[in-house]
């Protein structure tokens, strides 16, 4: 079974500039997360999808960051404008069913590292 | 409001060594989970074991060993018999109770490195 994939591995853009990251999670997992990892810092909840809704969106920063999940597959976080503090690492997560024992694991993707410059 | 402390940012030790990592916790909720999570440097974070607060018993799988204990609050991670491959960050999270904000709430990370 494949695992939580995330493109780009790798991303630099300058300030201004706008950056999409795609997250396509376990195949049959309604749930979707987006998380970030600022340098040094915590891992951050930025927000939560079932299937195509937006079910806890209270982590995003601000209207920079807009995340979509059309048809409750894969989902997209665009960053528009970038700015410096920005950078970090974005990570993605699914999970089958958050409210059933056994099925609520979040399996977490290798990440983006987004620099902005 | 949830917060997961993890005091110790970098633990280096000689392989075959035992380590034990600290996470402690906060939570208003009585219902909870806490998880342990590695992350090798290849980067994506992987699941180790959940708990959840109704269960105090310890676990062991293999050289992993996890102690809860809800009068500290915490949630410890014992490694037994250390090896290289061990090397990684290790994070702590906590979870709210599950009809509630499924979001993890992580700990700063432990970078654990294991000198052979």
């Known amino acids: 079974e494949a695992g939580v994939t995330q493109f780009p591995s790798h991303s630099v853009i300058e300030k201004g500039q706008t950056v999409t990251l795609r997250c396509d999670p376990i195949?049959?997992?309604?749930?979707l997360y987006w998380y970030r990892r600022v340098m040094g810092k915590e891992i951050k909840f930025l927000l939560h999808?079932?299937?195509?809704?937006?079910?806890?969106e209270s982590g995003m920063p601000n209207n920079r960051f807009l995340a979509e999940r059309t048809g409750g597959t894969y989902s997209t976080l665009k960053v528009q404008p970038a700015e410096l503090e920005d950078s970090g690492v974005y990570f993605c997560?699914?999970?089958?069913?958050?409210?059933?024992?056994?099925?609520?694991?979040?399996?977490f993707g290798p990440g983006t590292r987004l620099t902005v410059t | 409001a949830q917060k997961v402390t993890q005091a110790q940012t970098e633990i280096s030790v000689v392989e075959k060594e035992d380590v034990t990592l600290d996470c402690v916790y906060e939570?208003?909720?009585?219902?909870?989970?806490l998880f342990w999570y590695k992350q090798p440097p290849s980067g994506e974070l992987v699941f180790l074991i959940r708990?959840?607060?109704?269960?105090?018993q310890n676990e062991i799988s293999g050289r992993y060993s996890w102690n809860f204990q809800k009068s500290t609050s915490s949630f410890n991670f014992t490694i037994t018999a250390s090896q290289v491959v061990d090397s990684a960050v290790y994070f702590c999270?906590?979870?709210?109770?599950?009809?509630?904000?499924?979001?993890?709430?992580f700990g700063q990370g432990t970078r654990l490195t294991i000198n052979p």
């Open positions: 997560a699914s999970s089958q069913d958050f409210r059933r024992e056994g099925s609520y694991e979040q399996y």
């Open positions: 195949s049959g997992h309604d749930n």
């Open positions: 999808f079932v299937k195509e809704s937006k079910q806890d």
């Open positions: 939570t208003r909720d009585t219902t909870y989970y």
């Open positions: 708990r959840n607060s109704f269960d105090e």
């Open positions: 999270a906590l979870s709210g109770p599950l009809q509630g904000a499924q979001k993890l709430v």
